[in-house]
């Protein structure tokens, strides 16, 4: 079998309490694999433990228990290939502020051993849009800045696999933008990308395959498309020509009046078509000015996923009243 890019088995990380507090089971027994040549999301809300997962990855946090390996190396028996093969962008901004983007980048190659005639550091600068401060110093540098650079850092030792841990928390639109084109650049050169967001959206559009962790436990891992395909809640809003009064009772179609008057339906896309839900609006005499549909994104998902046991899930969204809508029961 093909190696994976990254393998985990059982990653158990507990942080030592601080002043009498208990210790804290940051990661619960983790597995994960991550294909190679994959762009990868890690989706969690704060305090998941996505960050403990990255640093144990980089080598900046000791696990407690399990097995790590990158691209084949085990971590602990192959320290040194393993660690090469993982460049990694963390969320926070640790940089040196003495040293200059390219002398920042000059000290990280040196570490990697990278020699000096396989170093790019002027081509790395380029792709992150640095190359005019290429000799400020890094204090002087603005948060987003500091963000480019830290992505050129990881950069600099040519790793099969990028992690970028919440590249665009708090960034700028045009920051955000070169991030992602750099992404999608570097993983059609053949780069596995390892992306933690806690932006569903982001994931989403990412992303082709997605881990969902909360509490430090692995709550689902598939294909972006899979994932997606998990929820067939649909629900579609019709604005009526004139005021309703009834609403539509029809099997499987919840349907509410929202506060602006327009009609909200939802039903579950595997059991009752489109079709089927527009003859119950017509059944009730209600006529159609308008309509629009929305379908599950990864928020729903993720909602149900984090909130719902596994056997609640095909109800779990209908039950829920939304704002703005009063709840009708059929
Ligand atoms: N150095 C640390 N010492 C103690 N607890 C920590 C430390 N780092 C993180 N934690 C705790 O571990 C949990 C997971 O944190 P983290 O990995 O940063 O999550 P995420 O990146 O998903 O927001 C949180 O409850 C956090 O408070
Ligand atoms: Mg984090």
Request: aromatic share 4%.
């Amino acid at each position: 079998m093909r190696d994976a890019a990254i393998r985990i088995d059982g990653l158990h990380k507990a942080y030592r309490g601080s002043k009498g507090q208990p210790e804290k089971h940051a990661l619960k027994g983790i597995d994960l694999t991550v294909p190679r040549g994959s762009v990868f999301g890690l989706l969690g809300p704060n305090g998941a433990g996505k960050s403990t997962l990255i640093n144990i990855l980089a080598g900046l946090v000791v696990k407690s228990s399990g097995n790590v390996s990158i691209w084949g190396f085990d971590q602990d028996k192959d320290p040194r290939q393993s660690r090469a093969a993982i460049g990694v962008m963390p969320q926070e901004l640790n940089l040196d502020p003495f040293f200059t983007p390219r002398g920042a980048l000059e000290v990280q190659a040196g570490l990697y051993g990278v020699p000096k005639s396989e170093r790019r550091s002027d081509e790395i600068l380029e792709l992150v849009g640095l190359s005019d401060k290429a000799e400020a110093y890094a204090r002087t540098l603005s948060g987003g800045m500091r963000r480019r650079l830290l992505l050129a850092k990881a950069l600099v030792h040519h790793p099969k696999v990028l992690v970028l841990d919440e590249p665009t928390a708090g960034v700028d639109i045009e920051l955000r933008q070169m991030l992602w084109t750099n992404v999608r650049k570097l993983n059609e050169q053949g780069m596995t990308i390892i992306l933690t967001t806690h932006y569903l959206e982001e994931a989403q559009e990412m992303c082709d395959e997605i881990a969902i962790i909360n509490h430090g436990e692995k709550i689902a891992q598939d294909s972006t498309a899979n994932l997606l395909s998990r929820m067939d809640s649909r629900t579609m809003v019709i604005a009526p020509d004139s005021p309703v009064s009834n609403l539509p009772v029809t099997e499987g179609v919840e349907a509410a009046l929202q506060d602006d008057g327009n009609l909200i339906l939802r039903y579950r896309s595997t059991q009752t078509s489109a079709e089927q839900v527009l003859e119950s609006v017509r059944q009730v005499g209600i006529r159609i000015r308008d309509v629009r549909t929305a379908e599950a994104d990864l928020e729903d998902v993720f909602l149900a996923l984090t909130s719902a046991r596994a056997d609640d899930l095909p109800t779990d969204d209908q039950t829920k009243p939304r704002r703005g809508m009063h709840r009708v029961k059929l």
